[in-house]
């Protein structure tokens, strides 16, 4: 059984300048004990589908379930089902409170026993970190003792919204590791969010690339990197700086998402596309299958990824 459905979802913002579809048609499945990425260029929707299946962002149509049943605004016993880690750890920390009590807060609230000492030796932090305020705290810290926060009641999901984006290098590597060892070691089912593929490659069991409120590409970590069908997801791969190009820059990525208050034809990448033709402009693109791997092309990339690893 799925632990995340996601079927049609479209959310839609009204904005000054016409309506924007943040979310426009997405569909998903997150299995239990999976680790599933989502990437995309900043603006793809990726923020929007993740407060989506949290329940804090209404869909005008389409449905998310969650361990089976439908999400239909913030629900109570949320926090026993999702852990939610923010870019921002301040987000998930009270400034006012310790660590001790932000930690043990969810568990207070159920009344279920919480052994904070072990939850923060599990994320990395001493023990005594418990009396300290978010303020005492080094970035990376921060992030820890949010992880800590959305672990605290054994969710058996947790969602990270480019948890390391705001952290230096060094702290980056720290907070990915530690996100490896969560997911190798606990039960969790983990939905990981960045715009940098780079990262997703290291954790992810799947990867998903979203584009303007699309899902374009699905596949497995080798599947997207080795031999990526979407022209989107080829660009994002051939402009992600990776261990095996070290001393080679990466090429820059080619152009800008389009305005996202456009309406569209065809597909969305079109004006930005190196192989588009001209039904690419004019009529949605298909999907294109081998298997499990999938992608949203009239014209995807078929022999030639190998092309890629030089
Ligand atoms: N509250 C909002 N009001 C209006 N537009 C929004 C709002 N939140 C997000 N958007 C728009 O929806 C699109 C997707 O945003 P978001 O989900 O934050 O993308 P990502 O997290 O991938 O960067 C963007 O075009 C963004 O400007
Ligand atoms: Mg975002």
């Not at 969790?188 to 990262?199: E, V």
Request: hydrophobic share 40%.
């Amino acid at each position: 059984m799925s632990l995340v459905e996601v079927r049609d979802a479209v959310v839609e913002f009204s904005t000054q300048r016409g309506a924007v579809r943040a979310l426009d048609g997405v569909s998903l499945d997150l299995g239990e004990k999976e680790t599933l990425a989502i990437v995309g260029e900043s603006g793809c929707g990726k923020t929007t589908l993740a407060r989506a299946i949290l329940g804090l962002q209404p869909l005008a149509e389409g449905s998310i379930r969650v361990c089976g049943r439908e999400v239909t605004g913030l629900r109570a016993g949320q926090a026993e089902e999702v852990g939610m880690v923010w870019q921002d750890p301040y987000a998930s920390l009270d400034p006012r409170w310790t660590l001790g009590r932000t930690i043990s807060e969810p568990a207070r609230t159920k009344r279920v026993a919480l052994d904070v000492d072990g939850l923060l030796n599990q994320v990395g932090l001493d023990p005594s970190f418990a009396s300290r305020y978010p303020h005492q705290l080094s970035g990376g810290q921060r992030q820890r003792a949010a992880i800590a926060r959305a672990l605290a009641l054994w969710p058996p999901l947790v969602i990270c919204d480019e948890p390391t984006a705001a952290l230096d290098l060094s702290v980056q590597a720290q907070i990915l590791n530690l996100l490896r060892n969560l997911k190798q070691s606990g039960s969790a089912s983990f939905l990981y969010i960045s715009h940098d593929l780079g990262t997703v490659r290291f954790l992810a069991d799947r990867i998903i690339v979203m584009y303007l409120g699309r899902v374009v590409e699905v596949g497995t970590p080798e599947d997207t990197f080795e031999r990526p069908l979407h022209p989107y997801t080829r660009m994002l791969v051939d402009s992600t700086p990776s261990l095996t190009k070290l001393g080679k820059l990466p090429p820059p990525a080619i152009g800008e998402p389009p305005d996202p208050v456009t309406r569209w034809q065809g597909c969305r990448y079109e004006g930005r596309c190196q192989s588009a033709v001209g039904v690419c402009a004019t009529t949605e693109p298909p999907w294109y299958r081998e298997g499990d791997h999938v992608a949203a092309c009239h014209v995807p990339n078929l022999r030639n990824g190998t092309e890629n690893l030089g």
